[in-house]
């Protein structure tokens, strides 16, 4: 079996528990077998999609017919989306599987984040909707919530101008208006708004829709395209404090000041913030956190993704 550094350890546990600690250096080496034991489901109350109410996913069957039509904006596994079991043992305990790719076997599901206190956190907020896949330790942020993600399926519809686009819009705009979601959201969305406001998709989805990861990513690889080094570092900063929580933003954060000159000891520390939340949300993939720990210094940067987590 291969040895792996306490610190190492520690973070990739912390990835499958149902409390992560922000404390790594108190924990004891675990054997990779052993890892496995934290994921299982025992270790939380798992919720299926048909016992998710309102407040936690908005519009359940709205939003499943919509990434069936349309697909998941965001997501990197692609591929047409299909219905799904309500339960999947080998997906991290706190997901709660919506659909599934046809092509890559992703799924999409909302996270079941778990607080200490729901009155401190003013209630049971909405579940934000992410990517993942089965055996993975992670997960990758698609939106912060149901309705911001149906939103901007509306929008890409629309966009479109297409007739599937008319199609969708209208299954998005069914029930809007009555009451039935939070106030922000439950005006219909009107055809011929991205084109109105003349900025373009990206920035019509962003001003009236929602904060996406994917975009400010977006944003930011076209101003490094366009040599802005600092408009591109604004926009990954910006993304930084619009999902609380997450560690992707700062992983991101943590590649693009990894590819300017003389910015590693700031990659260096953005990294190690991802360290610092939840680790399940700061990527994916395995490969994910290894790089992740190479630009924190804790693992040498020339090696395979195996020897980033070798002592």
């Known amino acids: 079996m291969t040895a792996i550094s306490p610190y ?4 990739i546990a912390m990835a499958f528990t149902i409390k992560p600690c922000l404390s790594l250096l108190s924990r004891n080496s675990r054997s990779l077998s052993k890892l496995k034991s934290y994921g299982r489901p025992s270790m939380v109350t798992r919720m299926s999609s048909t016992d998710a109410f309102d407040g936690n996913i908005s519009r359940m069957d709205t939003l499943q017919k919509l990434l069936a039509s349309h697909g998941a904006p965001g997501s990197i596994g692609g591929g047409k989306l299909v219905t799904c079991p309500e339960y999947v043992p080998a997906l991290h305990p706190h997901l709660i599987p919506l659909m599934k790719s046809e092509t890559s076997g992703n ?12 009155s401190a956190a003013g209630g049971i907020p909405p579940m934000p909707i992410v990517e993942s896949a089965e055996d993975m330790p992670g997960m990758r942020l698609l939106a912060l919530n149901s309705e911001h993600l149906m939103r901007r399926i509306a ?17 998005y705009n069914d029930g809007l208006g009555s009451g039935l979601v939070d106030e922000a959201f439950d005006s219909v969305y009107e055809h011929g708004s991205v084109e109105k406001l003349g900025y373009g998709l990206d920035k019509y989805i962003l001003l009236r829709v929602g904060p996406f990861p994917d975009l400010y990513e977006t944003m930011s690889c076209e101003h490094m395209g366009r040599n802005s080094e600092e408009s591109a570092l604004i926009a990954a900063e910006t993304a930084n404090g619009k999902f609380t929580g997450f560690g ?3 992983a991101s954060y943590a590649r693009l000041l990894n590819s300017l000159p003389n910015r590693n000891e700031e990659a260096r520390d953005a990294a190690r913030v991802c360290l610092r939340l939840p680790l399940y949300t700061m990527g994916m993939t395995v490969e994910e956190f290894a790089e992740i720990s190479r630009l924190a210094e804790l693992a040498g940067g020339g090696g395979s993704v195996s020897e980033a987590v070798k002592e």
């Open 107 to 118: 799924y999409i599901c909302a996270l079941n984040r778990v607080y200490d206190d729901v």
């Open 248 to 250: 992707s933003s700062f």
């Open 155 to 171: 929008c890409e519809a629309d966009d479109s101008g297409t007739k599937e686009g008319k199609d969708i819009v209208a299954m």
């Open 8 to 11: 190492l350890t520690s973070c």
